[in-house]
T-cell receptor, first 114, second 114 residues
Framework: DVKVTQSSRYLVKRTGEKVFLECVQD?????MFWYRQDPGLGLRLIYF???????EKGDIPEGYSVSREKKERFSLILESASTNQTSMYLC?????????????FGPGTRLTVT | AQTVTQSQPEMSVQEAETVTLSCTYD???????LFWYKQPPSRQMILVIR??????QNATENRFSVNFQKAAKSFSLKISDSQLGDTAMYFC???????????FGGGTRLMVKP
């Protein structure tokens, strides 16, 4: 089974702090994704990465950056956390060229910014 | 741009009965993929069923089946013989042909009552 893990299930940070959310997958997937989930809005794509050192903006990249130095790890960075970034963050991965299979998701990190 | 709409924020069904969750979408592409994801209260998102747009036959996975109406851009999920473990948030999602953009609907919260 594919396993996607995220470094924290719950995180509380103060406004202005730099926040790192880590995601690791163990299936050698090329594609990795970061979403945020908010009630009534479903999941919205923040960033995705085709491969190591490659990244593309999603629908809501403002206030976020990402890093993909190794194939198995995709990090989401909040340079200066704000209260409107309080949300559930989900990481996902998928093998390239297998669109019909869909994505595998991590358990999520619930981030609260105070 | 592609969009996905789930018009039913919440639904409930009695155990052992059948329930249908609605989903409509919009895309300019002729080939794409559609998914239903389930997110139980534990928050791990899992893939329930998938449908390739070029296939006319509706996908089926045990008690889960879809009604895919391409011309109407409709993709509903039918759950037969509902079980208490089906209680979850259900998300409809659309993956573009390139496989790099997965768009989610706002979700439907389903409660199965004993």
């Amino acid at each position: 089974d594919v396993k996607v893990t995220q470094s924290s299930r719950y995180l509380v940070k103060r406004t202005g702090e730099k926040v790192f959310l880590e995601c690791v997958q163990d299936m050698d997937h090329e594609n990795m994704f970061w979403y945020r989930q908010d009630p009534g809005l479903g999941l919205r794509l923040i960033y995705f990465s085709y491969d190591v050192k490659m990244k593309e903006k999603g629908d809501i990249p403002e206030g976020y950056s990402v890093s993909r130095e190794k194939k198995e790890r995709f990090s989401l960075i909040l340079e200066s956390a704000s209260t409107n970034q309080t949300s559930m963050y989900l990481c996902a991965s998928r093998a390239a060229g297998t669109g019909e299979i869909g994505q595998y998701f991590g358990p999520g990190t619930r981030l609260t910014v105070t | 741009a592609q969009t996905v709409t789930q018009s039913q924020p919440e639904m409930s069904v009695q155990e052992a009965e059948t329930v249908t969750l609605s989903c409509t979408y919009d895309t300019s592409e002729s080939n794409y993929y559609l998914f239903w994801y389930k997110q139980p209260p534990s928050r791990q998102m899992i893939l329930v069923i998938r449908q390739e747009a070029y296939k006319q036959q509706n996908a089926t996975e045990n008690r889960f089946s879809v009604n895919f109406q391409k011309a109407a851009k409709s993709f509903s999920l039918k759950i037969s013989d509902s079980q208490l473990g089906d209680t979850a948030m259900y998300f409809c999602a659309l993956l573009n042909n390139a496989g790099n953009m997965l768009t989610f609907g706002g979700g439907t919260r389903l409660m199965v009552k004993p």
